[in-house]
């Protein structure tokens, strides 16, 4: 029976092998070109959270696919054993497929007699082929010229940011400078200050500039996360929009229907670390996220010890999750209750059982509802407005900043004074 064959039809029936092809560099040119359009669309259907059953493949690829490769894999193997024989047979055929050529060039330059020096590269670089996910270093010239490209231009001003990341609050962003993607950012807050909320107003902001998005909320469900953000976009209160102007629930279905044309993809099925890893890796191969944001680090499972070394395991996991996706990883954690107590500003010390979030993290940025507002009155319970602080308390090549915010209840939404 063709490998081919039997690795799609495994990974029909057990998804979890789509996520060992990827992260074993399982290449696209270890299948024929029908069964690289079935891989290529399980992979796809993967990185969504969709099913990836022979129906699903059918019904994502309608004319496009290839029925009887289809059918053909279902029927040839439902095992998740033979399926990992398969696997390891087609990595070594997509090593083969890229080493081919390289070698007929290297006994091309021998049969024509290469100066030594050309030979030896290309004899050297046979050896990559067969080690196709450990990237080569970029050498100190690549690195310079990226460099003097990159210093260029931001000097005449020309430089692409629609990539970076930003608040959406502008006079923050403007002290803060934006985020960019080889940042891991960490967003700490006190227990129901709005950590949750500022999250998803980023999100939703970052959609808008066309970025795309993906939400691991841990803490409730998908469905509650796209539904808070048409809520803040259409400025309704979600807990009595029964009770809301015919006009705005209206702008809230117009915000949903916005959304779904935006490029956001909400888990909240991917509890541990190993899954939420697993779905950045299908992510970063197949739909090439430009924010992920976890809300949040503390209910991450899969570590052991005490909170303390939990919260640095997990902080230490997301160094390589953000190599890995290529792109910001916003994440959020919880303050501890020292600030609170004591009536002041969070420092980078508060963050609860913080292990080593701080040290880890380029960018920590502080969410804070001072006891008193900016004029002197004191914050109470139920009021529809509070006055909060947002700080950036480290950012590794950049400054620290400071800004007053407002905060609308009802709404859920963040807003600076100008807006």
């Known amino acids: 029976m063709n490998k081919e064959s039997i690795f799609i039809g495994a990974c029909l029936a057990c998804p979890e092998l789509i996520d060992d092809g990827i992260a074993q560099g399982l290449s696209n040119a270890a299948f024929s070109q029908a069964h690289r359009t079935l891989w290529q ?21 309608g004319d496009k696919c290839p029925v009887d490769e289809l059918f053909a894999a279902e029927k040839a193997c439902q095992s998740s054993v033979t399926g990992r024989k398969a696997l390891k047979s087609l990595i070594w ?21 290469g100066k030594p020096e050309e030979v030896s590269t290309l004899v050297e670089g046979l050896q990559n082929h067969l080690k196709p996910t450990e990237s080569e270093a970029p050498s100190l010239t690549q690195l310079i010229t990226e460099v003097k490209i990159w210093a260029e231009q931001e000097i005449a001003g020309t430089r692409d940011n629609r990539d970076l990341v930003t608040t959406g609050l502008p006079s923050f962003d403007n002290l803060s400078s934006p985020m960019e993607a080889h940042e891991y950012v960490v967003v700490g807050a006190r227990t129901s200050i709005g950590k949750s909320s ?100 503390g209910l991450i499972r899969g570590t052991d010890g005490s ?31 020292s600030n609170e107590r004591e009536d002041r500003a969070p420092t980078r010390s508060d963050f609860r059982d913080a ?3 701080e040290e880890d993290a380029h960018r920590v940025i502080a969410l804070h509802r001072p006891s008193k507002s900016h004029t002197g009155n004191v914050q109470e319970l ?38």
């Open 93 to 113: 055929e997509g090593q083969l497929a890229t080493l081919k050529p390289a070698l007929q060039d290297a006994i091309a330059c021998v049969i024509r007699g």
């Open 41 to 61: 669309t399980l992979v796809g259907l993967r990185s969504k959270a969709q099913l990836t059953d022979c129906n699903s493949v059918y019904l994502a690829l």
């Open 307 to 337: 909170a303390y070394e939990r919260m640095g395991q997990l902080s230490k996991a997301m160094i390589p999750l953000r190599k890995t996706l290529g792109c910001v990883l916003m994440v959020a954690a919880q303050l501890n209750r």
């Open 198 to 297: 500022f999250m998803s107003q980023i999100a939703s902001h970052n959609l808008n500039r066309g970025l795309r998005v993906a939400y691991f909320t841990l803490e409730t469900s998908a469905g509650a996360v796209v539904k808070q953000i048409a809520g803040q976009r259409a400025k309704v209160n979600l807990r009595q929009i029964n009770q809301e102007m015919t006009d705005r629930q209206q702008e809230y279905f117009k915000a949903l229907k916005r959304l779904g044309e935006q490029h956001l993809r909400v888990f909240d099925k991917d509890m541990t670390v190993g899954q939420i890893e697993s779905r950045c890796r299908l992510l970063a191969a197949s739909w090439k996220p430009q924010l992920v944001i976890i809300d949040y680090l």
């Open 355 to 357: 292990g080593s979030i």
């Open 382 to 419: 139920g009021q529809s407005t509070y006055d909060y602080e947002l700080l950036q308390l480290k950012l590794r090549d950049g400054p620290l900043a400071y800004s007053r915010i407002k905060y609308f209840a009802p709404h859920t939404w963040f807003y600076e004074e100008s807006n």
